[in-house]
Nanobody, 125 residues
Framework: QVPLVESGGGSVQAGGSLRLSCVAS????????MGWFRQPPGKEREFVAA????????TYADSVKGRFTISKDNVKNTVHLQMNSLKPEDTAVYYC??????????????????WGQGTQVTVSS
């Protein structure tokens, strides 16, 4: 387990923007990938976006393509999720995640080895 600490959640009106950040403690995870998942009220946790620590490979859920951007700062061990054009259906608890070492890009909760504590994002119409 790698400690992951998220920040940046909050409340915003539809069409607004928020930026989430996640800091990973420690080192030695260059072969891992980082991801963001979310859990809407009453629903299961779902994939949002992922990025490799090494290289520039990224992947996004279809529902957020063109609106969300995942990025990283390898020096600061930090991953960001820039969320633009937010919609009420984006309301959820957002979780930072680090993949298990064998996973290229985690698109399923079963591919995750470490989770952050979660941060609430609320989008009002």
């Amino acid at each position: 387990q790698v400690p992951l600490v998220e920040s940046g959640g909050g409340s915003v009106q539809a069409g607004g923007s928020l930026r989430l950040s996640c800091v990973a403690s420690g080192r030695g995870f260059s072969n891992n990938a980082m991801g963001w998942f979310r859990q809407p009220p009453g629903k299961e946790r779902e994939f949002v976006a992922a990025i490799r620590w090494s290289g520039d490979s990224t992947t996004y859920a279809d529902s957020v393509k063109g609106r969300f951007t995942i990025s990283k700062d390898n020096v600061k061990n930090t991953v960001h999720l820039q969320m633009n054009s937010l919609k009420p259906e984006d309301t959820a608890v957002y979780y930072c995640a680090m993949s298990r070492a064998s996973i290229f890009l985690p698109r399923s909760p079963s591919m995750v080895g470490s989770w952050g504590q979660g941060t609430q994002v609320t989008v009002s119409s």
